[in-house]
């Protein structure tokens, strides 16, 4: 099954640290682009930073300077590492990536956008 775990969400004070991880399922051979995206409550989902298969990173304005992604390819996981937290980033984040897996159905490789199942970040004191 092609899968994307997300862990380390947490309750955490202003001005914190956190490091996330999105982990690809073993089925998983290797992946291209990834992304985080957070969604608040009552409001849209949004992105927060993305890497490509080179290493090129992006950002959102709101956690430039704040936040950085990053990749292990030998463990198909990304990472997001989140200092000086703020009450607005309150959120649920989201690992995507442009998956590929073998398909024995097909006896070859095959793409898949993935998502992760979220994981909740609190910031508050």
């Known amino acids: 099954q092609v899968q994307l775990v997300e862990s380390g969400g947490d309750l955490v004070q202003p001005g914190g640290s956190l490091r996330l991880s999105c982990a690809a399922s073993?089925?998983?051979?290797?992946?291209?682009?990834a992304r985080w995206y957070r969604q608040a409550p009552g409001k849209q989902r949004e992105l927060v930073a993305a890497i490509t298969s080179g290493g090129s990173t992006d950002y959102a304005d709101s956690v430039k300077g704040r936040f950085t992604i990053s990749r292990d390819n030998a463990k198909n996981t990304v990472y997001l590492q989140m200092n000086s937290l703020k009450p607005e980033d309150t959120a649920v984040y989201y690992c995507?990536?442009?998956?590929?897996?073998?398909?024995?159905?097909?006896?070859?490789?095959?793409?898949?956008?993935?998502w992760g199942q979220g994981t909740l970040v609190t910031v508050s004191s």
């Open positions: 995507n990536a442009e998956t590929f897996y073998y398909d024995a159905q097909v006896m070859g490789i095959q793409g898949l956008d993935a």
């Open positions: 073993r089925s998983i051979l290797y992946f291209k682009d």
